[in-house]
């Protein structure tokens, strides 16, 4: 119902405030696009997973589990599952009791037993999808998490609208590993017509990805600048930056060395665990203005920059304008919290010595409070973003003093 009055709040007020030349009837859709379920390392049945999202107000979601697709015949060992296995963090998952309740009196969870070993089969996409999805109000997008190494170094990559599994790739250097990967992903489209986004995770997972890698891999389009898991180094270290950072030297790279587009950023969940533990769902999502609910015109608007990464706000307009180098935003917010809007962005004469801590780059070009922000991109800069911070704090925090966040996409730039 909320989701309801939001889509049309948002809706009614992206019609009257939009420039003339936004005259599609485009609408913006919340989604999920990195999920784990039983299928790999997550903690419960995807169609438990699929309903918490439902109910809890997404447009569309992606279970993407690592280097597999929900469609061949699996079982799992219900012992695993249902006698308070105590998982690393401690957690008790009573995955096989939860699932028996909520299909109670029904004959849809299969159980056999297998040499004395009880096992429940997992279903398949095909098979579960028609409970849940819904023509223009709810959709799944087949997705998987190419999942690879190069050394030590962890390549993962979601591949959001695939149609068949991409086996993980290694090349001979950690950059080759992304492109191999990404390349397969850009194949497959080719292949089938399909478009897919490919988005690379949590840079900063055991201090994987730097900012020049991630700079340097033009394949790479769209990366997670928030994500929810807690052991994802988000905020970086003494030495390393976090992950917003990242973006803004990754960024500055592309446009100043590299003479290439920047970065477009997401935020997800990555969530593992659904029974307490560290990996829950709810923390980042995106928004995407576009044409209908379906992964065509989802995928078109995000490779336009037409979305927004998001950790708890919502944004009920948001408009770029080229030639006036204008940007506005109006926030969606009650009256308890404030909200502070941060222009982002690199100078061209901004400092690229190494030696000298590469000053200048992602600073502040300006800072306002308020729910309705206007901001004048200076022409001197490479691009500019915003990142949005309520004073609210974060409803299910992935590190500690987290407060709600949101983050456009850069512009200024073309
Ligand atoms: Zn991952
Ligand atoms: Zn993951």
Redo the contacts with the bound molecule.
């Keep these: 119902m909320k989701l309801i009055v939001l889509s049309t709040l948002l809706f009614a007020l992206t019609f009257t405030q939009l420039p003339a030349q936004e005259s599609s009837p485009d609408t913006w859709y919340r989604g999920n696009t ?1 999920t ?1 379920s039983l299928w790999s390392d997550g903690n419960d049945f995807p169609e438990m997973i699929t309903q918490w999202y439902l109910k809890n107000g997404y447009d569309f979601m992606a279970l ?1 589990d ?1 280097n597999i697709l929900a469609d061949s015949e699996r079982w799992v060992s219900i012992d695993s599952l249902s006698k308070g296995k105590k998982s690393k963090e401690g957690e008790i998952t009573g995955a096989m009791d939860k699932y028996l309740a909520r299909y109670a009196g029904t004959n849809w969870v299969e159980t056999r037993d297998n040499n004395g070993k009880k096992e429940v089969r997992l279903k398949k996409l095909e098979e579960y999808r028609s409970l849940f999805e819904k023509r223009n109000k709810f959709l799944i997008i087949k997705a998987e ?1 190419i999942t690879t190494k190069f050394e030590k170094k962890e390549v ?1 990559i979601n591949a959001v609208n695939i149609q068949s599994v991409i086996p993980p790739l290694v090349g001979k250097t950690l950059r080759e590993t992304m492109r191999l990967n990404l390349q397969a992903v850009a194949e497959q489209e080719k292949s089938t017509g399909e478009p897919i986004l490919a988005h690379l ?1 949590h840079p900063n997972f055991r201090w994987s990805i730097t900012a020049e890698d991630l700079a340097h891999v033009i394949e790479e389009k769209f990366f997670e600048v928030y994500n929810g898991h807690p052991g994802i180094n988000h905020q970086g270290d003494k030495t390393r930056p976090g992950d917003e950072k990242l973006w803004d030297i990754a960024n500055t790279i592309r446009l100043a060395e590299l003479k290439q587009p920047p970065l477009f950023a997401v935020a997800s969940d ?1 969530s593992h665990n659904y029974h307490g533990g560290k990996g829950s769902p709810g923390r980042g999502w995106i928004m995407v203005r576009a044409k209908g609910l379906d992964p065509k015109s989802l995928i078109t608007s995000m490779r336009k920059g037409d979305f927004y990464a998001s950790s708890g706000i919502y944004l009920n307009q948001i408009s770029w304008d080229k030639k006036t180098r204008k940007i506005t935003l109006v926030i969606q917010a009650d009256d308890t919290n404030t909200f502070t809007s941060e222009l982002i962005g690199t100078r061209k004469n901004y400092q690229a010595d190494a030696e000298k801590g590469k000053t200048g780059i992602g600073e502040i070009l300006a800072s306002k409070q308020g729910k309705s922000i206007t901001f004048m991109v200076p022409n001197n800069v490479l691009y500019a973003r915003i990142t949005i911070t309520s004073s609210a704090d974060h409803h299910n925090p992935s590190y500690q003093g987290q407060k709600k966040q949101a983050w456009t996409q850069p512009v200024g730039w073309q």
């Design positions: 990195h784990h993407s690592h998490e993962h995770n990555d």
